[in-house]
């Protein structure tokens, strides 16, 4: 492994030399930008500058490649900086997935601890650590551009919001909802009940639903919502929303088809394409997420069908329980795989014939 000082990689950096591209990159603090040791650029004093092992490292701390010499693209020489660039991109494609040690170390040909001990040496941290801050980095830059907490929430990667909040105050700084603009002059009423798929929370505003969400706490439940919403009048009503709920505990319980509530959700276009598709899937069915997407005539748009799933605001009035993988398995479900399951099994059991269903007829497959 290359070792060098700081003074050393300072004066590879002054004279330009190609002959280090690949062996390090320098990053400049008054600009957040990090090189290669070549880049033409204009040089900065030596006391804005730090230098990192590899472009991830340097991305970790907050720093955007140059556009002008593209770091990212230099050849890597050293083995060992090699294999930590290749578990850092594993990392960075894992979407939602949990990475083991196991698993990384198979796919990149070493054992565990030569992974882990090489790994720190040259990023600093443990490649666990790596992809939490990853996730979070990603959270913020989204919630920054005005994207709603629950949205940023999946897109980062996080399975569940409780992952979020585990560690919010250490990496954010401040609760996610301090990130959110979503809400704003909004009054909101929600209730609570018990369903047989756990605590079930059923959240409208005037325009009409803006949530249902399942938990095992009442206390999850009103966290997540005041997370989505944090400037929102948020009261609870019991009373008032007693009917609205009755019509979603007799579509778990009875088999009532269709939940034909007013909605008021935030959507992106193509989230609002998915969601209609699955609104479409007949009760007692599934179909592939593959299907979805060659439905909308993205055949290779499968993840951003699935991330458009796991942002799903209103579990059972959108039924993205009756999106599952190509093999049949269960695939991912916001509010719980064993919640999923269930659904599946007693919807299959005594399914309701309603017809060819609108994403059939739109160029999708039922399962």
């Known amino acids: 492994m290359l070792n060098m000082n700081s003074n050393q990689q300072w004066q590879a950096v002054v004279a330009k030399d190609s002959r280090f591209d690949g062996q390090f990159v320098f990053a400049v603090t008054s600009t957040g930008v990090y090189c290669r040791p ?50 850092c ?34 990023m600093g941290i443990s490649p666990k650590q790596y992809l939490a801050a990853r996730r979070f980095g ?54 609570i009940v018990d369903s047989s798929l756990g605590r079930l929370l059923v959240a409208v505003t005037q325009r009409g639903v803006c949530a249902v969400r399942l938990a095992d706490s009442d206390v999850e439940l009103e966290n997540d919502l005041r997370a989505e919403f944090p400037e929102a009048q948020i009261t609870r009503d019991d009373a008032g929303l007693r009917e609205t709920v009755q019509k979603i505990l007799n579509h778990i319980d009875h088999n009532e088809p269709h939940l034909d509530l007013p ?37 290779g748009a499968v993840r951003a069908v699935g991330r458009a799933c796991a942002t799903n605001p209103v579990a059972l009035v959108i039924p993205c329980h009756r999106v599952v993988r190509e093999d049949k398995s269960l695939g991912g479900y916001r509010w719980g795989l064993e919640r999923k399951k269930k659904l599946l099994e007693h919807e299959s059991a005594r399914p309701f014939s309603s017809g060819n269903s609108a994403l059939r007829k739109s160029g999708g497959q039922s399962a």
């Open 263 to 299: 909605l008021d959700i935030r959507a992106t276009a193509f989230q609002r394409q998915v969601w209609e598709k699955l609104r479409a899937i007949p009760y007692g069915q599934t179909v592939s997420y593959g299907e979805v997407a060659k439905a909308l005539g993205k055949p």
């Open 89 to 122: 991109r594993l990392l960075n494609s894992s979407d939602g997935e949990t990475v083991g040690l196991a698993e990384l170390a198979s796919q990149t040909g070493v054992s565990v601890f030569h992974l882990q001990r090489t790994f720190k040496r040259v």
């Open 38 to 87: 070549s880049c033409p650029s204009r040089r900065a004093h030596r006391e804005r500058v730090k230098f990192f092992d590899l472009p991830e490292a340097a991305e970790q701390a907050g720093f955007r490649a140059c556009l002008r010499c593209q770091p990212q693209r230099a050849r890597v020489l050293d083995p060992q900086i090699e294999l930590v660039q290749r578990v």
């Open 138 to 191: 990603n959270f913020k830059e989204l919630v920054r551009k005005g994207e709603s907490v629950t949205n940023s929430l999946y897109e980062s990667g996080f399975n569940s919001s409780s992952r979020l909040y585990e560690h919010a105050a250490e990496e954010l700084g401040m609760t996610p909802a301090t990130y959110s603009r979503g809400g704003r002059g909004v009054n909101i009423n929600y209730t």
